[in-house]
Protein backbone atom coordinates (compact mmCIF):
# COMPACT_ATOMS: atom_id res chain seq x y z
CA UNK A 1 0.00 0.00 0.00
CA UNK A 2 1.26 3.62 -0.69
CA UNK A 3 -0.53 6.85 0.07
CA UNK A 4 0.42 10.09 -1.76
CA UNK A 5 0.06 13.57 -0.79
CA UNK A 6 0.14 16.56 -3.04
CA UNK A 7 0.97 19.95 -2.36
CA UNK A 8 2.61 23.03 -3.13
CA UNK A 9 -0.52 24.37 -4.71
CA UNK A 10 -1.82 27.89 -5.12
CA UNK A 11 -3.05 30.72 -6.66
CA UNK A 12 -0.20 32.72 -9.24
CA UNK A 13 -0.04 35.04 -11.93
CA UNK A 14 0.44 34.30 -14.99
CA UNK A 15 4.18 33.82 -15.96
CA UNK A 16 4.46 32.79 -12.54
CA UNK A 17 6.04 29.52 -10.86
CA UNK A 18 5.33 26.91 -8.33
CA UNK A 19 6.80 23.73 -7.11
CA UNK A 20 3.86 20.94 -6.34
CA UNK A 21 5.78 17.80 -4.70
CA UNK A 22 4.00 14.39 -4.17
CA UNK A 23 5.02 12.93 -0.98
CA UNK A 24 4.50 8.63 -1.00
CA UNK A 25 4.81 6.56 2.07
CA UNK A 26 4.13 2.72 2.68
CA UNK A 27 5.99 0.58 0.60
CA UNK A 28 9.32 1.21 -1.42
CA UNK A 29 8.93 4.50 -3.04
CA UNK A 30 11.62 3.54 -6.05
CA UNK A 31 9.14 0.82 -6.60
CA UNK A 32 6.72 2.90 -8.58
CA UNK A 33 6.73 4.83 -11.32
CA UNK A 34 5.17 8.42 -10.57
CA UNK A 35 2.89 10.35 -12.53
CA UNK A 36 1.45 13.84 -12.41
CA UNK A 37 -2.25 14.08 -14.24
CA UNK A 38 -4.35 17.36 -13.95
CA UNK A 39 -8.55 17.86 -14.00
CA UNK A 40 -9.88 21.05 -15.19
CA UNK A 41 -13.73 21.40 -14.42
CA UNK A 42 -15.39 19.39 -16.58
CA UNK A 43 -12.83 17.90 -18.31
CA UNK A 44 -11.31 14.24 -18.37
CA UNK A 45 -7.88 14.09 -16.29
CA UNK A 46 -4.69 14.14 -18.57
CA UNK A 47 -1.58 13.35 -18.22
CA UNK A 48 1.13 16.03 -17.40
CA UNK A 49 4.43 14.30 -17.05
CA UNK A 50 5.98 10.98 -15.55
CA UNK A 51 8.93 10.38 -14.11
CA UNK A 52 10.73 6.59 -14.39
CA UNK A 53 11.64 5.07 -10.64
CA UNK A 54 15.25 5.96 -10.41
CA UNK A 55 14.68 9.29 -12.56
CA UNK A 56 16.38 8.26 -15.65
CA UNK A 57 13.42 8.66 -17.63
CA UNK A 58 10.86 11.64 -18.08
CA UNK A 59 8.18 12.06 -20.08
CA UNK A 60 6.10 15.68 -21.08
CA UNK A 61 2.80 16.30 -22.62
CA UNK A 62 3.75 18.67 -25.30
CA UNK A 63 1.71 21.12 -23.49
CA UNK A 64 3.91 21.43 -21.31
CA UNK A 65 7.27 20.20 -22.68
CA UNK A 66 10.19 23.46 -22.25
CA UNK A 67 8.07 24.74 -18.99
CA UNK A 68 7.31 21.79 -16.49
CA UNK A 69 10.04 19.73 -14.94
CA UNK A 70 9.42 16.60 -13.36
CA UNK A 71 12.38 14.81 -11.04
CA UNK A 72 12.33 12.69 -7.77
CA UNK A 73 14.42 11.85 -4.42
CA UNK A 74 13.64 8.59 -3.48
CA UNK A 75 15.79 9.20 -0.10
CA UNK A 76 13.10 11.89 0.81
CA UNK A 77 9.88 9.15 -0.70
CA UNK A 78 9.03 12.58 -3.10
CA UNK A 79 8.35 13.57 -6.43
CA UNK A 80 8.69 17.28 -7.90
CA UNK A 81 6.56 19.01 -10.67
CA UNK A 82 8.66 22.71 -11.52
CA UNK A 83 5.94 24.48 -13.29
CA UNK A 84 7.41 27.83 -14.83
CA UNK A 85 5.84 29.99 -17.30
CA UNK A 86 2.20 29.20 -15.95
CA UNK A 87 -0.60 30.33 -18.19
CA UNK A 88 -4.34 30.24 -17.12
CA UNK A 89 -4.75 27.27 -18.82
CA UNK A 90 -2.77 26.00 -16.77
CA UNK A 91 -5.63 26.15 -13.52
CA UNK A 92 -6.48 22.03 -12.76
CA UNK A 93 -6.25 19.78 -9.82
CA UNK A 94 -3.25 18.05 -10.06
CA UNK A 95 -2.77 14.67 -9.16
CA UNK A 96 0.00 12.29 -8.57
CA UNK A 97 -0.24 8.60 -9.61
CA UNK A 98 1.83 5.76 -8.68
CA UNK A 99 2.52 2.50 -10.83
CA UNK A 100 4.26 -0.73 -9.84
CA UNK A 101 4.58 -2.25 -13.52
CA UNK A 102 7.11 -1.90 -16.10
CA UNK A 103 5.09 -0.02 -19.10
CA UNK A 104 6.53 1.78 -22.59
CA UNK A 105 4.24 4.21 -21.57
CA UNK A 106 2.79 6.10 -18.41
CA UNK A 107 0.36 8.35 -20.27
CA UNK A 108 -2.74 6.34 -19.49
CA UNK A 109 -4.62 7.23 -16.52
CA UNK A 110 -6.13 3.51 -16.19
CA UNK A 111 -2.53 2.08 -15.40
CA UNK A 112 -2.27 4.00 -11.91
CA UNK A 113 -2.20 1.65 -8.42
CA UNK A 114 -2.84 4.55 -6.51
CA UNK A 115 -3.91 8.27 -6.48
CA UNK A 116 -2.92 11.31 -4.14
CA UNK A 117 -5.85 13.66 -3.39
CA UNK A 118 -4.85 16.61 -5.50
CA UNK A 119 -3.70 20.16 -5.00
CA UNK A 120 -5.30 23.15 -7.09
CA UNK A 121 -3.02 25.21 -8.91
CA UNK A 122 -5.00 28.91 -10.24
CA UNK A 123 -3.20 30.89 -13.05
CA UNK A 124 -5.07 34.28 -13.42
CA UNK A 125 -4.26 36.45 -16.62
Known amino acids: QVQLVESGGGLVQAGGSLRLSCAASGRTFSSYAVAWFRQAPGKEREFVAS????????DYADSVKGRFTISRDNAKNTVYLQMNSLKPEDTAVYYCGADSDYRNSYRSVRVYDYWGQGTQVTVSS
Open 51 to 58: VSRFGLTT
